[in-house]
């Protein structure tokens, strides 16, 4: 029996994105699913996010990212792969 692999996503969420909770959300969701990594705001008023996990888990984030919190209105998601770093827990940054 192999251990699963691990995946590293960065993305970009654009729309009302700052201040309606979506990087303490963003903690919650990642640490029940599992995943590692971190979210933080950006001086352009997106957020970015990177996760680390499981396949499935990784993208179990980048799907909630798609719609974010309840008071959030994501108008747009970026996704990009990357090498994972070995990222320990989740961070907001």
Same mark, same amino acid.
């Given at each position: *029996?192999?251990? %699963?692999?691990?995946?590293?996503? =960065?993305?970009v969420a654009s729309g009302?994105?700052?201040? @309606?909770f979506f990087r303490e959300?963003?903690r919650r969701e990642a640490? =029940?699913?599992?995943?590692?990594?971190?979210?933080?705001?950006?001086?352009?008023?997106? @957020?970015?996010?990177?996760?680390?996990?499981?396949? %499935?888990?990784?993208?179990? *984030?980048?799907?909630?990212?798609?719609?974010?919190?309840? =008071?959030?209105?994501? =108008?747009?998601?970026?996704?990009?792969?990357?090498?994972?770093?070995?990222?320990?827990?989740?961070? @907001?940054?």
């Amino acid at each position: *029996m192999g251990t %699963e692999p691990t995946v590293r996503t =960065r993305v970009v969420a654009s729309g009302l994105v700052q201040g @309606v909770f979506f990087r303490e959300t963003c903690r919650r969701e990642a640490r =029940r699913a599992g995943v590692t990594g971190w979210v933080r705001n950006r001086p352009d008023g997106t @957020v970015e996010a990177v996760f680390e996990g499981p396949p %499935e888990s990784v993208e179990r *984030m980048v799907a909630w990212c798609r719609r974010g919190p309840s =008071r959030a209105h994501v =108008r747009g998601l970026t996704t990009l792969p990357e090498e994972p770093e070995g990222l320990r827990e989740f961070e @907001v940054a």
